[in-house]
């Protein structure tokens, strides 16, 4: 079921967005759960990719990836896309301190 009441998901980190993702299904529409599960099907595309790209791969509409973005309490799809960026960055340092602390200092 889905409060379409409240715009935003106030249940996540804000700034993790991979774990907000995960955790959301349950709270998602038809549609924000096929683009929730494009996005963390490729992270790395979705944080390279156009809000146009993203949208024709996940079969949704840009507005549909703007609305999304808000709901998960980004205040634009370039902030949802820094945020999502970070997420990923945060995870290898955690399962991978190594090769991302290498490759920082190269």
């Known amino acids: 079921m889905t409060d379409a009441a409240d715009p935003t998901l106030p249940w996540h980190a804000p700034d993790d967005l991979i774990i907000a993702l995960t955790d959301a ?3 998602l529409s038809s549609l924000e759960r096929k683009l929730a599960a494009s996005v963390l099907a490729d992270v790395g595309f979705a944080t390279n990719a156009s809000i146009t790209e993203i949208a024709a791969r996940a079969k949704v509409s840009p507005p549909t990836v703007t609305r999304f ?5 980004c205040a634009s799809f370039s902030d949802f896309k820094v945020r999502l960026a970070k997420s990923t960055f945060v995870g290898l340092r955690y399962f991978s301190p190594d090769s991302v602390t290498s490759t920082a200092v190269e």
Do not use: D, N
Request: charge should be positive; aromatic fraction near 0%.
């Open 25 to 27: 299904e349950g709270r």
């Open 69 to 73: 973005c808000r709901r998960l309490g």
